[in-house]
T-cell receptor, first 108, second 114 residues
Framework: GEDVEQSLFLSVREGDSSVINCTYT??????LYWYKQEPGAGLQLLTY?????DMKQDQRLTVLLNKKDKHLSLRIADTQTGDSAIYFC????????FGRGTSLIVHP | GAGVSQSPSNKVTEKGKDVELRCDPI?????LYWYRQSLGQGLEFLIY????????KSGLPSDRFSAERTGGSVSTLTIQRTQQEDSAVYLC????????????FGDGTRLSIL
């Protein structure tokens, strides 16, 4: 099955860009997803990318996909304190497999 | 609202008791998933329902766990004879038909076993 790995923590200064990285093993994933989880809430779908795309931009979010290296990244431009949350990447060819999540901490 | 609804939001019970967790998916979503999220862990897949097909139960950790989905809509996850290691947040998600569709999550049920 799919295995998805993420770094556990990222700390950035408000206004800087954040880059959250993810690696996966299942090259047959049709879609790859980024979800955001705020305290006490479920996961909110942020964005997703088709496996035949290299990049997708959505306002402050940029997703980059390197299929050769099986590497996915999420860049958040002009990071704000409201972006502090846990970010999960997910993918797979069947039921999506989730990484353990990256805690993004934004400080003034 | 039109999102996935889960109840109760919090449940505290004694070890050995049975619990039932409820999930009401988005109308029109034929796929429904249950996950377990333990502190500091990712999402552990439990069970997947798709339409009238037999559910994929491959993620259920023991025979104390079961789930059903009545009328292709509301689902109930039941944990019998609860143990302390069952303490976690139980998340439900729904999606349109087809594999690897974007999932929409409820806010979860936080289960605490004393």
């Amino acid at each position: 099955g799919e295995d998805v790995e993420q770094s556990l923590f990222l700390s950035v200064r408000e206004g800087d860009s954040s880059v959250i990285n993810c690696t996966y093993t299942d090259s047959s994933s049709t879609y790859l997803y980024w979800y955001k989880q705020e305290p006490g809430a479920g996961l909110q779908l942020l964005t997703y990318i088709f496996s035949n795309m290299d990049m997708k931009q959505d306002q402050r979010l940029t997703v980059l996909l390197n299929k050769k290296d099986k590497h996915l990244s999420l860049r958040i431009a002009d990071t704000q304190t409201g972006d502090s949350a846990i970010y999960f990447c997910a993918g797979g060819s069947y039921i999506p497999t989730f990484g353990r999540g990256t805690s993004l901490i934004v400080h003034p | 609202g039109a999102g996935v609804s889960q109840s109760p939001s919090n449940k505290v019970t004694e070890k050995g008791k049975d619990v039932e967790l409820r999930c009401d998916p988005i109308s029109g979503h034929t796929a429904l998933y249950w996950y377990r999220q333990s502190l500091g862990q990712g999402l552990e897949f439990l069970i997947y329902f798709q339409g009238n097909s037999a559910p994929d139960k491959s993620g259920l950790p023991s025979d104390r766990f079961s789930a059903e989905r009545t009328g292709g809509s509301v689902s109930t996850l039941t944990i019998q004879r609860t143990q302390q290691e069952d303490s976690a947040v139980y998340l439900c998600a729904s999606s349109l038909a087809g594999l690897n569709q974007p999932q929409h999550f409820g806010d979860g049920t936080r289960l605490s076993i004393l």
